[in-house]
């Protein structure tokens, strides 16, 4: 069982990526689906989850408005869209699943059994 997350790049301020989360050894279809992460010196940040049973997203206030997960049940996918970035985006980005639908567990990785191995987008000013 594994989640395969790519996509990332180094991009330049104001442009767009979208990163993808491929499943495999079984249907991820299910699961709540989180977004994370990481700069350097920092800790793993919360970005976004989609709720199991595509019952509704959370977003974080610093991704809210320019972020946007998408599923493609079909394909075993979690989609990332990222527009409008920023250099403050620079980051090791994470994509994870899990089957808890608690709001205070899914922010927390806590809240998510499988992770990619993460995929570096890089945004330059």
């Known amino acids: 069982v594994q989640l395969q997350a790519s996509g990332g790049g180094l991009v330049q301020a104001g442009d767009s990526l979208r990163l993808s989360c491929a499943g495999s050894?079984?249907?991820?279809?299910?699961?709540?689906m989180g977004w994370f992460r990481q700069a350097p010196g920092k800790e793993r940040e919360f970005l976004v989850a989609?709720?199991?049973?595509?019952?509704?997203?959370y977003y974080s206030d610093s991704v809210k408005g320019r972020f946007t997960i998408s599923r493609d049940t079909g394909e075993n996918t979690v989609y990332l869209q990222m527009n409008s970035l920023k250099p403050e985006d620079t980051a090791v980005y994470y994509c994870?699943?899990?089957?808890?639908?608690?709001?205070?567990?899914?922010?927390?990785?806590?809240?998510?059994?499988?992770w990619g191995q993460g995929t570096q987008v890089t945004v330059s000013s």
């Open positions: 994870a699943a899990g089957q808890r639908t608690i709001m205070s567990t899914i922010q927390r990785e806590i809240g998510y059994d499988y």
């Open positions: 050894g079984r249907t991820f279809s299910r699961d709540t």
């Open positions: 989609m709720f199991r049973g595509n019952t509704g997203t």
